[in-house]
Each structure stands twice: as C-alpha cells, then as structure tokens.
Nanobody, 124 residues
Framework: QVQLVESGGGLVQAGASLRLSCVVS????????MAWFRQAPGKEREFVAT???????YYADFVKGRFTISRDNAKNTVFLEMNSLKPEDTAVYYC??????????????????WGQGTQVTVSS
C-alpha cells in the first residue's frame, strides 16, 4: 500500500521560509512524477509544482522564483522549498505521485497517490 506523509508546515510571518517534505513508502517513485498541490479554504485544489522522473521541474506562475521543488530518489522523498512566503500562500499543501503525460503534469487527476496534507499559514 502506497503512503505519502507530508511534514514541515507551520505558522510563519510574511517573508519567511518553509521547507516541506513528503516521504513515500510502499512504492519506488524513481520513474514517477512527484508534485505539490495546495488548497485554500473555499477554493479548489491548485497545482504548485512538479518534478518528473528526468528531474525536469514545472511551476505554477504564482510561485516562480520563490518556490523550488526537488527530490531524493534514494529516500523516495520530494521537497518544496518555499521562500518569500505571502499570506495568499496560506493553504493545505498536498504531495502527489503519478505518471502523467507532459500535457497533464499540472492536473490533479493525473496523480494517483496523495498525502494527507500539511497546513501552511502565513500571517501578514
């Protein structure tokens, strides 16, 4: 059974940094894309970033230059380094694993395994 466990969320002030981690067990993710999505209260889940099996990275426009996604295949782990956080970054952040085609990398439906989420709250 595949399990994804996120950690690293918390309450920070605007301008601060956080590093999220997601450890995957029960599956070797070397040949999968690993992604981060987020969902704010009253809003739909939205794409944040993904890294494919060739280490190509894709980002949502609203996080470019501030967030960095990376992975450690030896540890089946994906990271999201978040800098210059803004109050609008407040959301539950979810990691996901899947094998989407390139045109679907930003779609939540393309990922088959999800974590339970970690809360990120940015105060102004």
């Amino acid at each position: 059974q595949v399990q994804l466990v996120e950690s690293g969320g918390g309450l920070v002030q605007a301008g601060a940094s956080l590093r999220l981690s997601c450890v995957v067990s029960g599956r070797n993710t070397r040949n999968n894309a690993m992604a981060w999505f987020r969902q704010a209260p009253g809003k739909e889940r939205e794409f944040v970033a993904t890294i494919n099996r060739s280490n190509y990275k894709y980002y949502a426009d609203f996080v470019k230059g501030r967030f960095t996604i990376s992975r450690d295949n030896a540890k089946n782990t994906v990271f999201l380094e978040m800098n210059s956080l803004k109050p609008e970054d407040t959301a539950v952040y979810y990691c996901a694993v899947g094998s989407p085609i390139t045109s679907s990398l930003r779609q939540a439906s393309a990922y088959g395994a999800w974590g339970q989420g970690t809360q990120v709250t940015v105060s102004s």
